[in-house]
């Protein structure tokens, strides 16, 4: 007699193997959409830094009226700020562009920016205000309430 036909042990392991294929796919799946949810928001906050990159790269790091003699903003508001330090413990929510404009976009994220005076041999080595030529602008990117991530460069006053 010959065998025509599978049997009910041969079906039962089958569905067994498939059932497992399709599981261990299913949890790829779901963990590649979380990488690239992860991915799509550093993304955005790389974009965010530029932003405010750009916007102080060509501003002098000290009031051009005032000179030294304030650390912070000296006007009032966001549309005023004439130099870097004008920037330093601003938080910008929702963020804004190089272009000083919100972006209603991007409401659930954003910009915290920090400028601090750095020690010439040591840019880690925070100092007095004012008491170097060097300062580093650090931009701190939010989603909600969780940072994101941070970057910092090295800006001369000269």
């Known amino acids: ?12 392991i089958a569905t067994i193997l498939i059932g497992l ?3 261990a796919l299913l949890a790829a799946n779901g963990s590649f959409t979380i990488a690239n949810s992860a991915g799509a928001d550093l993304s955005t ?7 405010i990159r750009e916007l102080t790269a060509l ?15 000296e006007e009032t508001g966001l549309t005023y700020y004439d130099d870097l330090d004008d920037f330093d413990g601003a938080n910008f929510s929702p963020p804004i562009d190089a272009n000083r404009n919100v972006l209603n976009d991007f409401a659930a994220f954003s910009q915290l920016v920090f400028v601090e ?31 994101i991530c941070s970057t910092s460069w090295i800006r001369a006053r000269y």
């Open 1 to 12: 007699m010959k065998k025509t036909a599978f049997s009910l042990i041969e079906v039962l």
């Open 21 to 23: 294929a399709i599981t």
């Open 45 to 51: 906050a790389e974009f965010l830094f530029e932003q």
């Open 59 to 73: 501003l002098p790091v000290v009031d051009p009226q005032t000179g030294t003699a304030t650390f912070g903003p």
């Open 117 to 147: 005076n750095v020690n010439p041999g040591n840019f880690e080595q925070v100092v007095s205000d004012h008491s170097t030529s060097f300062v580093r602008v650090t931009v701190n990117v939010f989603l909600n309430t969780k940072q």
